[in-house]
């Protein structure tokens, strides 16, 4: 939980915004997710959601679902998101947040969730579907293990649900651009504005994140002007499946390709590296 709330603490300690970046476990295949991790994390990622593959989201465009699909035709599970961090944990402090649904979850069974995802290193969780009326089935625990918890809110969101989700929120507010799916454009510039702003003065105890739509570095510096940071899934996880799914690349200029997409989100260094050869 600490580690979560220090990072992006030193970020806008800077001056600057905390990059989250979303991707999906085993996905394009289980060799690659560790590699990917690792190579977003040289490039500039601040914390990490590692989505847990899910049959069934709810908040999810295409391009993660398809994500999903392919890590389930490979098998993956839990454990396997898990085995994921505890590798990742060895050659970084980067924090991983897991992002997923509430039902694996529950199967899985609460307490063994948390603290296995506690010894592998997982910083925090985010289920999407666990609504705050909710978060009582998953709050001890998360809270015995040092988890912290993110809840979302929206454009639709009343104020005093706002300033609720800040009160149980235990690692970030994270604020939806869009009434949308993952992947959705961004629509009307003043609206999103204005609702990112609304929050913003209602989340005091938390840092106060914005995901959904953001694909390009302009995106997030516009979308973050009235937050601690962005997060990015769809655009990155579009260039991936596109990279590894052209057979002419090899698996070096595949991360190379990835790590300058993340340095443009970042940084705003050009990213003009297609998927060919």
């Known amino acids: ?10 970020v806008t300690a800077r001056g600057d915004k905390a990059m989250g970046l979303f991707l999906t476990n085993g996905f394009p295949d289980p060799q690659s997710t560790l590699p990917l991790l690792q190579a977003m ?6 914390f990490i959601e590692l989505g847990m593959p899910f049959s069934d989201p709810l908040a999810e465009g295409l391009p993660i679902q398809r994500s ?27 924090p991983v947040l897991l992002m997923g649904y509430a039902n694996p979850v529950f199967r899985y069974g609460v307490s063994n969730f948390c603290e296995a995802a506690r010894s592998s290193g997982v910083d925090g969780l985010i289920l999407p579907d666990l609504p705050l009326e909710e978060r009582h089935l998953l709050a001890d625990d998360a809270e ?14 009343p104020d005093e649900r706002v300033t609720r989700t800040d009160a149980l929120t235990t690692a970030f507010v994270y604020a939806v651009s869009i009434t949308g799916l993952t992947g959705t454009g961004l629509g009307a510039v003043d609206a999103v504005a204005a ?4 929050v913003r003065r ?4 938390n840092p106060l994140l914005v995901g959904f739509g953001i694909r390009t570095h302009d995106d997030a510096r516009r979308l973050s002007a009235h937050t ?10 579009s260039k991936i499946e596109a990279l590894w799914d052209d057979a002419r690349l090899t698996p070096a200029r595949r991360l190379a390709a990835v790590q300058q997409l993340v340095r443009h989100l970042k940084y705003g260094e050009p990213a003009d590296v297609a998927a060919a050869p």
């Open 228 to 237: 601690d940071g962005f997060i990015v899934g769809s655009a990155l996880v």
């Open 1 to 10: 939980m600490s580690r979560i709330r220090d990072a992006i603490a030193a």
């Open 144 to 157: 015995r293990t040092g988890l912290g918890l993110v809840h979302l809110v929206a454009p639709n969101t």
């Open 68 to 94: 999903s699909e392919r890590a389930l035709r490979h098998g993956v599970t839990l454990d396997d998101a898990f085995r994921t961090v505890e590798a990742f944990r060895r050659t970084s402090e980067t």
């Open 41 to 46: 994390d040289e490039a500039g990622a601040d």
């Open 195 to 198: 609702y990112l702003a609304r």
């Open 202 to 205: 209602l989340v005091t105890r």
